[in-house]
């Protein structure tokens, strides 16, 4: 029957021991224990959380590199045509533009020339009437060396005066 | 899974019962205190026969020494404080005075048999023989089972606290040595006993309580199983202690229970009128029910632990009622029951993680009970 008989002996110390190790441990350790594993858990969950979000943003920050790189060439591509186009302009303008002037060069050229053509002529002209006029005085003067020939030259000349 | 708790507890007391009553009556043959066979000599003069009933008994129950070994007429056992209150009168002595229950000692005497047997009880005037009509003084010794529970309280308070000063120190860091071990059944204890209990609202509140039963009834199981002094004591199978442990669990649930809860045991909703009035046979079955469960907790806790011992007991005491016989029966029958032993040593190591968990699972449940808000209206056909 004693195995079955509760005794007051121990009911009374397990009474006391029982409620103040239940204090003890909920005061010291229970309580603290209990904090730091929430306390952990939280920090754990936090940084997945954090992980996660990065991963995110990572995702996200590779779409916008890849974007940005792609505008990117496309830009590079437009500035190129551009300035492929930009260069054949300029180049067909200079062409444009110098065709202009060698014609222009080449016209005053050709007037130069024709003037000075004119006063090479001119300067012919002059000299030729001077020394047709050296002739003519020479020749006027060797046909004048006798009177015989005066009197024949003034007749000759006043019949073509009166001829005319 | 209340309900199949419920039933292997019955099962297990009647096991249990069965148990008792084979070893304890089974051998009715009266030896003196020692139990522990003897070495051949007395055996071939067959002069003490092995007692294996007393023998058990005297292992799983409290004592006013801790006994250690019995080596023929040697006894090594550790004499423990006699602290008595009789009649208002407050008296000590060591229980050494008593020789192992054959002298008496300033009119006190351990009764070695007889219904009061191991108890304290008061001698005549010549000293010697037992008063049978006075009354017991009121024992509040320091009995084998007070200083073990000394042991597993301080235990307790050692292992948790250094381990919560690791957590107060930095909370942020793994668990290393002794706090890994003990994190996971924390852990345990707090996502599979408290929360599905009492729900992730009202579970923190009695996380202390849960922590320190759980924990203070797995470490006294397993100190328990260990044969010699430290341990040994088999302190949760004994119904004492037991019975605060279940007293706990009751209080709290009382001191917790909502005015849904009362009006359960008061006036049960969903039950015909003719069961409450004129005879309240509902209210009765309902207040039986709240003094059953505390009860079923105490007696569950006490006949699994004490079963065990027993078992564990019984096999080595085949060891002895062989060898009595013969000599080489008992070496033969030695190798059986060591390996019985053996395994029901491991048997008791789960035996005594379960026991645990049950006990704070179902205080668990029964805080959670006690706490309920609202109840379904069909549920109640279905839920006594």
């Known amino acids: 029957m004693q195995l079955v008989t509760p005794g007051i002996g121990l009911i009374f110390w397990m009474l006391v021991s029982f409620s103040l190790v239940m204090y003890v441990l909920a005061k010291f350790a229970w309580k603290p224990i209990m904090k730091g594993i929430h306390q952990r858990e939280d920090s754990i969950e936090k940084a997945l959380e954090a992980a996660n979000d990065a991963k995110k943003e990572m995702l996200q920050l590779k779409a916008g590199n890849e974007q940005l790189l792609r505008d990117a060439k496309d830009e590079r591509d437009a500035l190129m045509r551009d300035a492929r186009k930009m260069k054949e302009t300029i180049v067909e303008e200079a062409r444009v533009l110098a065709g202009e002037e060698a014609a222009r060069i080449v016209e005053s050229a050709r007037q130069n020339i024709q003037m000075e053509k004119m006063a090479a002529i001119n300067e012919l002209k002059n000299q030729i009437a001077s020394i047709s006029i050296e002739i003519a005085e020479k020749l006027i003067g060797k046909e004048l060396e006798n009177k015989q020939q005066q009197q024949l030259l003034t007749e000759k000349l006043l019949k073509d005066v009166k001829i005319n | ?384």
């Open chain 2, 1 to 384: 899974m209340v309900r199949t708790l419920i039933d292997t507890v019955r099962l297990q007391v009647v096991l249990f019962a069965v148990l008792i009553a084979g070893f304890a009556y089974g051998n009715p043959v009266t030896t003196d205190t020692a139990a522990i066979p003897q070495n051949n000599l007395h055996e071939q003069t067959g002069e003490k026969a092995f007692d294996a009933g007393k023998m058990i008994i005297d292992h799983i129950v409290d004592a006013h020494e801790w006994h250690i070994l019995t080596y023929n007429d040697f006894h090594l056992a550790i004499p423990l404080p006699v602290i008595l209150l009789d009649n208002g009168k407050l008296v000590s002595f060591s229980s050494s005075h008593f020789h192992h229950g054959k002298e008496a000692y300033r009119g006190y005497r351990l009764e070695t048999e007889g219904p009061n047997e191991g108890k304290i009880v008061k001698t005549l005037e010549d000293g010697e023989t037992v008063d049978a009509s006075a009354k017991l003084p009121l024992d509040f010794s320091i009995t084998k089972n007070v200083v073990s529970l000394f042991i597993s309280v301080l235990l307790l308070c050692l292992i948790f606290i250094s381990i919560a000063n690791k957590y107060k120190k930095n909370p942020d860091v793994a668990p290393k040595g002794l706090q890994s071990v003990l994190e996971p059944l924390i852990l345990f204890v707090r996502d599979d006993i408290a929360i599905p209990g009492l729900g992730k609202k009202n579970y923190a509140r009695f996380m202390p309580f849960l922590l320190t039963v759980f924990f203070f009834i797995f470490l006294n199981n397993l100190l328990g199983l260990i044969p010699i002094f430290p341990g040994g004591a088999n302190l949760t199978g004994n119904i004492s202690i037991t019975l605060v442990l279940a007293l706990f669990t009751f209080a709290i649930t009382t001191y917790n229970g909502n005015k849904n809860y009362w009006m359960h045991i008061i006036n049960a909703p969903g039950v015909p009128w003719w069961l409450k009035f004129p005879v309240p046979l509902m209210p009765i079955v309902e207040l039986v029910g709240l003094i059953t469960k505390p009860f079923v907790l105490m007696v569950r806790l006490f006949a699994n632990m004490t079963a065990g011992h027993i078992i564990l007991l019984g096999f080595m005491s085949l060891i002895f009622i062989f060898g009595k016989m013969n000599i080489f029966a008992g070496y033969g029958v030695s190798v059986f029951s060591l390996a019985f032993g053996v395994f029901m040593s491991l048997l008791e190591l789960l035996v005594a993680f379960i026991q645990a968990y049950v006990f704070a699972l179902l205080s668990s449940i029964y805080f959670g009970m006690a706490m309920e808000e609202h109840h379904h209206p069909e549920e109640h056909t279905t839920d006594h």
